[in-house]
C-alpha cells in the first residue's frame, strides 16, 4: 500500500492508503477525504480534483505535459500554482509512498 497525505487549506492532514496504480483522486475519494470532489469520474474534464503537489515531492511527480489535457483544465481551476496537478493524472506508484498533495479551499 502506498501513503499519500492530503493537507486541507487550513492546515489539517489526512493520511490514506491506496494500491498501487490507483489514482490520487481514487485514493482520496475511496478514503472519504473532503476538498477532492472528482466530479468527471477522473477521465480528466473538470479539474475538480485539483492539488497543488508538496515542494518535496514535485520533481518525482512531475508536472502536466505542455498542451495535454490536464495542463489545459488546470488553467481554469481556481488559484493554481507552478506545481498544480489534477489527482486524476497522478498514478500512485511505490515511489511515491508518502507523497503529500495540498488540497485548494475551493474546487470548481
Known sequence: ???????????VRRTV??????SAREAALFNSVPGIDGDCGGVCACATCHVHVDDAWIERVGLPEEGSMESDL???A?????????ACQIPMATELDGLILHLPELQH
Open 78 to 86: 481556481e488559484g493554481t500554482t507552478a506545481t498544480s496537478r489534477l
Open 74 to 76: 488546470i488553467q481554469f
Open 17 to 22: 492508503e491506496a494500491d498501487e496504480g490507483l
Open 1 to 11: 500500500m502506498i501513503k499519500v497525505t492530503f493537507v486541507s487549506a487550513d492546515g
